[in-house]
T-cell receptor
Framework: AQRVTQPEKLLSVFKGAPVELKCNYS??????LFWYVQYSRQRLQLLLR??SRESIKGFTADLNKGETSFHLKKPFAQEEDSAMYYC???????????FGAGTILRVKS | NAGVTQTPKFQVLKTGQSMTLQCAQD?????MSWYRQDPGMGLRLIHY???????DQGEVPNGYNVSRSTTEDFPLRLLSAAPSQTSVYFC???????????FGQGTRLTVV
């Protein structure tokens, strides 16, 4: 079965501290993984996808197939990073997305 | 550029009432889908469509119907609203062969 697990409901860090949002998945085959972000009062938007291997707003995520993980990292958190973050995988035909429960990131000044 | 537009933004229904949540996209995307967002459960797929005239069930389809008569529109119908359907509903679209999904701003539905 396809599943995405985000173990932390809330992650609270101080500005300038490193951030790691955890994501583990189960999927038979080669998964395509994403991080979506939802800022306050805004729609859900794509932050990163593993195939592009790029850094967006200072965030990076590496797919580790051995550990079935896709953790999101940023070396220095900023207050504007405060948001809800969802890890998701694409379930193939029709681009059906399977989401984790989400992690609220709160960056304190 | 409107992208994915959902109406209404907020709705309160009484148990047993029916209603339709509207979703329209102007990007000529073939794939469209509906999700519900509940605390602690993330987003779960209700129904999806891979093109006009083609729809299929997702993870939580019970109590909902969809149709796709045009590429642009993908309405979600609640047949007989129940308190368990209180949620935030998101519509999304994707181009064929692409995996980035574009989301609407959501509809917050309360069933009393």
């Amino acid at each position: 079965a396809q599943r995405v697990t985000q173990p932390e409901k809330l992650l609270s860090v101080f500005k300038g501290a490193p951030v790691e949002l955890k994501c583990n998945y189960s999927y038979s085959g080669s998964p395509e993984l994403f991080w979506y972000v939802q800022y306050s009062r805004q729609r859900l938007q794509l932050l990163l996808r593993h195939i592009s291997r790029e850094s967006i707003k200072g965030f990076t995520a590496d797919l580790n197939k051995g550990e079935t993980s896709f953790h999101l990292k940023k070396p220095f958190a900023q207050e504007e990073d405060s948001a809800m973050y969802y890890c998701a995988l694409s379930g193939g035909y029709g681009n059906k997305l399977v989401f984790g429960a989400g992690t609220i990131l709160r960056v304190k000044s | 550029n409107a992208g994915v537009t959902q109406t209404p933004k907020f709705q309160v229904l009484k148990t047993g009432q029916s209603m339709t949540l509207q979703c329209a996209q102007d990007m000529n995307h073939e794939y469209m889908s509906w999700y519900r967002q509940d605390p602690g459960m993330g987003l779960r797929l209700i129904h999806y469509s891979v093109g006009a005239g083609i729809t299929d069930q997702g993870e939580v389809p019970n109590g909902y119907n969809v149709s796709r008569s045009t590429t642009e529109d993908f309405p979600l119908r609640l047949l007989s609203a129940a308190p368990s359907q209180t949620s935030v509903y998101f519509c999304a679209s994707s181009p064929t062969g692409e995996t980035e999904a574009f989301f609407g701003q959501g509809t917050r539905l309360t069933v009393v």
